[in-house]
């Protein structure tokens, strides 16, 4: 089967930056997307790592390594507005679907 | 604008009633997708559909009905042989099924409450 871990809960303050990390375990790994879910919304797609390293897209990096089937979000700048439910997702199996962890609420203080 | 939508956003139902679930999309994606959210919990794939006319099951299948006949459309019965079906369900498409399935674009969600 396939399994995933992300920490339940993460707490920072604005302008700081916090990482979320992710473990999986699972056949046919393809690659690791990180989704974002703000209360009572949709998921929204924020990154994908098919190779291991560093991707960044603004405020939001994320890191792979397939060798530590280890991946993690970097949020740098917090803002209120960061306030929400990331999921990280691997890619895999012959069909190559996504499946979930159960998410990280990540809440910003002022 | 194109979008998922998925109607309505809240459902009400008895236990023992079939329910079904809109979902339609203007993207021009090949792949759709249904998952199911429970409270505090990640996404689990219910079915897929790379093609019209083509669906797989996913990993909560059991319960559930789905068809694709239109390319914008993916439409998901709740069958009364769902155990627990109270739930947020979420519909989702991307662009190319395999390929670029890792970015998947969601609709807003039906919350369904059945008593």
């Known amino acids: 089967g396939q399994s995933l871990e992300q920490p339940s809960e993460v707490t920072a303050v604005e302008g700081a930056i916090v990482q979320i990390n992710c473990t999986y375990q699972t056949s046919g790994f393809y690659g690791l997307s990180w989704y974002q879910q703000h209360d009572g919304g949709a998921p929204t797609f924020l990154s994908y790592?098919?190779?291991?390293g560093l991707e960044e897209t603004g405020r939001f990096s994320s890191f792979l390594s397939r060798s530590d089937s280890y991946g993690y979000l970097l949020l740098q700048e917090l803002q209120m507005k960061d306030s929400a439910s990331y999921f990280c997702?691997?890619?895999?199996?012959?069909?190559?679907?996504?499946?979930f962890g159960s998410g990280t609420q990540l809440t910003v203080l002022p | 604008d194109g979008g998922i939508t998925q109607s309505p956003k809240y459902l009400f139902r008895k236990e023992g009633q079939n329910v079904t679930l809109s979902c339609e999309q203007n993207?021009?994606?090949?792949?759709m997708y249904w998952y199911r959210q429970d409270p505090g919990q990640g996404l689990r794939l219910i079915y897929y559909s790379q093609i019209v006319n083509d669906f797989q099951k996913g990993d909560i299948a059991e319960g559930y009905s789905v068809s694709r006949e239109k390319k914008e459309s993916f439409p998901l019965t709740v069958t009364s042989a769902q155990k627990n079906p109270t739930a947020f369900y979420l519909c989702?498409?991307?662009?190319?099924?395999?390929?670029?399935?890792?970015?998947?674009?969601f609709g807003p969600g039906t919350r369904l409450t059945v008593t």
């Open positions: 790592n098919g190779l291991d």
């Open positions: 997702a691997v890619k895999s199996g012959s069909a190559r679907q996504l499946t």
């Open positions: 993207l021009n994606h090949d792949a």
């Open positions: 989702a498409s991307s662009i190319r099924p395999g390929l670029r399935s890792y970015e998947q674009y």
